[in-house]
């Protein structure tokens, strides 16, 4: 019986260890995109070490949007992670988006969202 039962047990690890999931360049890519605006929101980051890890993101991230901009099997996608990127660019492909626009890259990701800097000075601090 405990022999059945290990290989019963085996099958379906080995089941397991065969499917694995595998995320498209879009999925990559957004993964990466929120790794950036953590960095950009992280107070707990000195300016020396958010400028260190935004270049090296932004790096990364200017590599995952021209793989996802290159990708054929997105041309005819229908999925809604695929349309709402495309649709809503500025804020998807952040890297491209803010090298268009002349501008940083936190700066960029705030004004498309609606935050800037004159809104952010007049803000009152409260608790």
Known sequence: MKAKYLI????V???GAITSAQAGS????????AVAVAQILD???????RWERTSFTKRRMADMERIALNDKSLQNSRKAVVLKAFKHYE????????????RPLAVHWLE???LTTSNLMNARVSR
């Open 8 to 11: 019963f047990m085996m099958m």
């Open 13 to 15: 690890g080995s089941i």
């Open 26 to 33: 879009i999925e990559n890519m957004e993964r990466e995109r």
């Open 43 to 49: 107070p707990a980051m000195s300016t020396q070490e």
């Open 91 to 102: 804020l998807s492909f952040l890297v491209h988006a803010a090298t268009e626009s002349q």
């Open 112 to 114: 498309t969202i609606g």
